[in-house]
């Protein structure tokens, strides 16, 4: 700022516009960068790898979804199966048909035994794994269950079928390690995206990346829908050969972490700047304190020590992991666990078991109930990406953006519980229903999640993160657990209108959970709205000063 001519004292007159010019607020140097625009190509790629490698497992999810009525379909005789009634059954059929179960409705209690199973296993992996992948190489992690869960759904959707060897004990085993094997994609790749985007925009970046399940979920019910007249195994054996691809890919391109090509920690990042403002108020004080009595002003009093940008390095104990017990009481996490545990219960249920629902309660074709339960994962992903631009403006804020959300998913749940037998309204209201039910589920299993393994208390410990979002999904996914096991028990009981009444009444504990949290930020940001003018630091109007320098002052 100052020249070598104007070391020493500040002189009144001319030297006053110097001295006013100084006082200015100091604005962050363009040599480092703020959080937001320091992304390179690194990260472009880590967001393609991460987002491409857990749409694949979804995929492969949404398929055994969507071929649930060919697979019933299979599992009875066919002289009981009502798909082929006006169909020649020839005596062999009758004689040598599969009898694995007598009629549909028990193939459907068995269907939602089997997700219940997968759910289970997939949560009880995920309280595990989420620690494991804070301590292991996450590149190993993943592309191990990628490769791995690929031969499992190969094995239990097209092995057996080519075989025609149907076993309860076998499908049963293979789908509960099939849930072990999943868990470890998402608490990894979360921990991952967390490494490289810190708070300044997590909430839209991973608003807008966590409708990678949304878009698997889509490219699945493609899948299916394309090649369901050749037979249900033909989708198992696409999905899971992609996944195995997309593993591959995963352990050539991804980089776990950026000081892994020399460049910082997102949170390092965060860190500088919030000091650099700090200092620089802290300053800014003290020169205006100084002025007014008439002191002296030097460089050594305006401009603060510089601080390091690339920090690779933490103290040693920021490097170790934390503790799973530590990790559930880190603030927030219980309540978003919780409320969590409701909201996917809803969620899943509409992943698991909704083109279920249109073909059979709606008697659509499977092609077109693939088609249109896709609405569902379209509106998620648009509320996902606007809520999370939403609470960034708000400062990070979640809570107050995703209860309003909920509080109208009610009425979108009863709009669609009563929707005619349209193609056209059906779908708009299943996408008002996946923006409202889904765009909150895909906010608190990613960027909340992130927020919360990033806690202020362990600032600099990036191994959290894997850890408190396998605790965050891992007891939403005992909540859905339960609820693919009730889903059928209810339709079988009452009706499907008594399956969205359920589904009602799980969003309105979710919402519960999460009423604390959403006070307490509320109470901070009246605090933070009622301290701001006071707080405000404004610029010495300088008398010698024309109108248009005030207009475009100098930095």
């Given at each position: 700022m100052f020249s070598s001519d104007s070391e020493g004292s500040i002189s009144s007159g001319t030297n006053l516009i110097e001295m006013n010019t100084i006082a200015k607020p100091i604005r962050?140097?363009?040599k480092h960068p703020s959080n937001k625009l320091s992304w390179s190509r690194h990260h472009v790629a880590v967001f393609c790898v991460t987002f491409?490698?857990?749409?694949?497992?979804?995929?492969?999810?949404?398929c055994f979804s969507n071929v649930k009525d060919d697979v019933s379909d299979a599992w009875i005789p066919s002289i009981s199966n009502d798909s082929i009634k006006f169909h020649v059954v020839w005596p062999n059929d009758t004689w040598y048909g599969e009898d694995f179960y007598p009629d549909k409705d028990s193939t459907k209690t068995f269907l939602g035994t089997l997700d219940a199973v997968f759910m289970f296993s997939y949560a009880f992996g995920l309280f595990i794994s989420g620690s494991i992948s804070d301590r292991v190489n996450k590149r190993y992690i993943l592309c191990g269950g990628m490769?791995?869960?690929?031969i499992l759904i190969l094995v239990f959707g097209s092995v057996t079928q080519w075989t025609h060897y149907y076993s309860r004990v076998l499908y049963v085993g293979l789908w509960a390690v099939n849930g072990l094997v999943q868990s470890v994609g998402w608490p990894t790749v979360v921990a991952i995206m967390g490494n490289w985007f810190g708070e300044g925009s997590r909430g839209f970046i991973l608003g807008l990346w966590s409708s990678c399940a949304s878009v698997g979920n889509i490219i699945g019910a493609v899948i299916v829908a394309a090649v369901l007249d050749y037979g249900y195994e033909f989708g198992f054996l696409v999905t899971s050969t992609m996944m195995f691809c997309s593993g591959i890919v995963v352990w050539f391109a991804l980089v776990v972490s950026p000081t892994d090509v020399g460049l910082p920690m997102p949170f390092d990042e965060d860190e500088h700047d919030s000091r650099t403002r700090e200092s620089s108020s802290s300053d800014y004080r003290h020169i205006q304190r100084d002025d007014e009595d008439g002191l002296i002003a030097s460089d050594s009093l305006l401009l603060p020590d510089p601080l390091p940008h690339h920090t690779t390095t933490h103290p040693k104990d920021n490097?170790?992991?934390i503790s799973f017990y530590r990790a559930v009481l880190l603030p927030g996490v219980i309540p978003y666990s919780l409320a969590y545990a409701c909201l996917k219960l809803v969620n899943y249920a509409f992943f698991f078991w909704l083109p279920f629902y249109l073909s059979n309660a709606l008697n659509w074709d499977d092609s077109v109930a693939d088609e249109i339960s896709t609405f569902y994962d379209v509106g998620?992903?648009?509320a996902g990406i606007l809520g999370g631009l939403i609470s960034d403006r708000l400062n990070r804020r979640r809570g107050i953006v995703v209860t309003p959300m909920l509080i109208v998913g009610f009425g979108s749940l009863y709009l669609y519980t009563n929707s005619p037998r349209n193609k056209l309204i059906n779908s708009v209201l299943l996408g008002v229903a996946g923006f409202f039910i889904g765009g909150p589920a895909n906010l608190i299993s990613a960027a909340i999640s992130a927020d919360l393994g990033q806690n202020p208390t362990i600032r600099g410990s990036h191994r959290a993160l894997a850890t408190v979002t396998g605790i965050v999904d891992g007891t939403g996914s005992v909540g859905a657990a339960f609820g693919q096991y009730l889903v059928p028990l209810i339709q079988l009981r009452f009706d499907w209108h008594w399956v969205f009444y359920f589904f009602m009444l799980m969003l309105f504990l979710t919402v519960v959970c999460i009423?604390?949290?959403?006070?307490n930020e509320a109470i901070r940001s009246k605090n933070t709205m009622d301290a701001s003018p006071s707080r405000e630091i404004r610029r010495p109007i300088n008398p010698l000063e024309s109108d248009s320098d005030t207009d475009n002052p100098q930095t």
């Open positions: 962050q140097n363009s491409w490698s857990y749409a694949s497992f979804h995929a492969t999810r949404k490769w791995l869960s690929s490097l170790k992991a998620g992903i648009l009423l604390p949290v959403v006070y």
